[in-house]
């Protein structure tokens, strides 16, 4: 499995950014596709998270109300939708995969996401 996230950049406090994460290769018809950051000096952090067939979302606490996850699978692609975006939301983020044993084994390269305030 390949995946590929795209859509980061600079944007001002307030502004929104969608990022994407497309997969390739082999995958498993009953995995999840979570979203991650991690801020220079910081834990990594998990965001939301989705199931191939599109069920029930989950979204942390930390983003909820701001931050939601989406897919489309006949693009292979899972979305992060992130709105009123804060200098604090400034992180590298990343779009993970899960295998077989439904642990996170796909990552992603990561997509830089800078808020200025």
């Known amino acids: 499995v390949q995946l590929q996230a795209s859509g980061g950049g600079l944007v001002q406090a307030g502004g929104y950014l969608r990022l994407s994460c497309s997969a390739s290769g082999s995958t498993f018809r009953t995995y999840t596709t979570g979203w991650f950051r991690q801020a220079p000096g910081k834990e990594r952090e998990f965001l939301a998270r989705?199931?191939?067939?599109?069920?029930?979302?989950y979204v942390a606490p930390s983003v909820r109300g701001r931050f939601s996850i989406s897919r489309d699978n006949a693009l292979n692609t899972v979305y992060l939708q992130m709105d009123d975006l804060r200098p604090e939301d400034t992180a590298v983020y990343y779009c993970a995969q899960t295998g077989p044993r439904n642990s996170y084994d796909f990552w992603g390269q990561g997509t830089q996401v800078t808020v200025s305030s």
């Open positions: 989705i199931t191939y067939s599109a069920g029930p979302t």
